[in-house]
């Protein structure tokens, strides 16, 4: 049950118990009354004010009843016999027929005080006549009514008694008043306490579940998983809640991985730097101490030193590179270029020194324009480590090297494939993992730092595209880069 249906099944009970409470307390009173009239005290009349109360009571109960069809005198003769036999007399007639008589008989020859044009005056329009009168301590109620046809008489005589001889009456209504107000504070105050503990019992689970959860996310748990088994106002929430504790989660372990990635970064690119450094100290201190004696030892020398010296220039743009695509847009922003037009750039550019280093690159792009957003920067790192690992892992004197641009469905795609030895099929999904090398899969092993193909994921993945591998038959490997194509901005009116 939602919370909004606890509050409006409250709202009702709020208005519904009242009327209950009020019906319960005329039950409560008539059947005081009723206890009364069977405890054999009697009502006495003090003055005329509780006369008229009096007559007033049995004129309702009697003509009402005799209305509903109830013209037995056993129906609503309690009331009158509330009041004292010595003290009152009463009479009803039907059509001037005495059928019930109650009372002090000898009071009987009263009933000539009232006067006969009054008795004997036909009804008014309202077929009903009334006739009360009071003097010397004597009261006179007379009514008759129009009922069906039939006309029923009421009279009610009664002499006033001195004052305190209902004593037991005003004991009977005081403990009464005193029931009900009781009886009303605890019914009202029981109704409170439960209506409360209906909606904040309900409310409370939910609160208690929350807190818990905060309780485990402070603790340092963004593992936990809260289990809300109801459909309502407060589910959403849990919900929300148990996401953002997996996405804290997902967060800190992406974060954690990073910080691994950093240290492996650190650790790595320094055994990898200090390799050609070595080197270079070895053969600089060969040329200090005259080893390299000769002009042509010397020059060999030279060679190496430009050779390491090349590579740690390499390392250390790799590592540059990196770093900028680790902080995003920011270090590389994006704009709008034609993909066909930047990779014709790279190949025209570099073809040369690739046919030098035993590759044959074949370009062929679909025809138009090709429209992505990327960076120059990031195309011409892509193109370049590609064809750099095909050529470094190449066991034949020449490696066939074919990239290929197209467009479909949307998706701008560019592969770069060769026919070279290709990797064991377990390796691909390894293959954009940070310094990973296939030394072990290749038939040689390279010099690379192992952040070549990582660079490329993280440029792909940074322009919005996505990076596969996959094996060349009979032998090879193929990578395939899609991204989305820029759509044109509609003019605005």
């Known amino acids: 049950m939602t919370i909004k249906r606890r509050l409006i099944i409250s709202y009702i009970l709020v208005f519904v118990v009242p009327i209950m409470m009020t019906a319960f307390l005329f039950l409560f009173s008539a059947g005081g009354l009723w206890l009364f009239t069977q405890s054999g005290n009697h009502v006495f009349v003090e003055s005329p004010t509780q006369f008229n109360r009096a007559t007033e009571a049995v004129h309702h109960v009697v003509f009402r009843s005799i209305r509903a069809g109830q013209t037995d005198p056993s129906g609503y003769t309690w009331v009158i016999e509330m009041f004292s036999p010595q003290q009152s007399y009463v009479i009803l007639k039907e059509d001037n027929q005495t059928y019930y008589e109650y009372g002090n008989g000898k009071l009987a020859s009263r009933i000539k005080n009232i006067p006969a044009y009054v008795q004997d005056r036909g009804l008014t329009e309202s077929n009903r006549d009334t006739y009360v009168r009071s003097e010397d301590g004597q009261y006179y109620y007379y009514e008759k009514q129009n009922i069906d046809g039939h006309v029923y008489s009421l009279y009610f005589l009664s002499q006033e008694m001195p004052h305190g001889t209902d004593e037991a009456v005003e004991r009977a209504t005081r403990g009464t008043i005193i029931a009900i107000i009781l009886s009303f504070f605890i019914l009202l105050a029981l109704t409170i306490y439960l209506l409360t503990h209906f909606v904040l019992r309900y409310m409370q689970r939910a609160l208690d579940l929350l807190q818990l959860g905060s309780t485990h996310v402070r603790e340092g748990d963004l593992r936990g998983h809260l289990y809300y ?160 690992n095909s050529i470094k892992y190449k066991t034949d004197s020449i490696v066939q090297i074919q990239i290929n641009t197209a467009k479909a469905d949307g998706r701008i795609s560019l592969v770069v494939a060769d026919d070279g030895p290709g990797v064991a099929p377990d390796v691909l999904p390894r293959l954009k993992e940070l310094f990973y090398r296939t030394d072990k899969a290749r038939s040689r092993t390279g010099d690379g730092s192992g952040l070549g193909l990582a660079i490329v994921a993280r440029a792909v993945e940074l322009m919005g595209g996505t990076l596969t591998f996959c094996l060349v038959e009979p032998h090879g490997l193929c990578a395939c880069l899609e991204l989305p194509e820029k759509k044109e901005e509609e003019p605005h009116e």
Do not use: C
């Open 229 to 388: 088994p109801h459909d309502d106002e407060v589910k959403p929430v849990v919900e929300a809640f148990n996401m953002m504790t997996k996405e804290l989660n997902q967060s800190l372990q992406e974060r954690q991985q990073a910080e691994e990635n950093r240290k492996e970064l650190i650790a790595n690119m320094s055994h990898d730097i200090r390799t050609p450094l070595t080197a270079i100290r070895a053969y600089v201190e060969g040329l200090m101490d005259n080893v390299a004696n000769t002009p042509e030892k010397q020059e060999r020398y030279l060679k190496v030193i430009q050779k390491k010296a090349a590579d740690m220039d390499r390392m250390i743009n790799q590592l540059f590179l990196f770093s900028k695509i680790e902080l995003g847009e920011r270090a590389l922003p994006m704009e709008e270029m034609d993909l066909n037009r930047v990779v014709a750039e790279i190949v025209y550019e570099n073809e040369d020194g690739w046919q030098r280093d035993g590759a044959v690159v074949t370009l062929s792009q679909s025809g138009g324009t090709l429209p992505v957003m990327g960076n120059a920067e990031l195309w011409q790192r892509i193109i370049t480590n590609l064809v750099s």
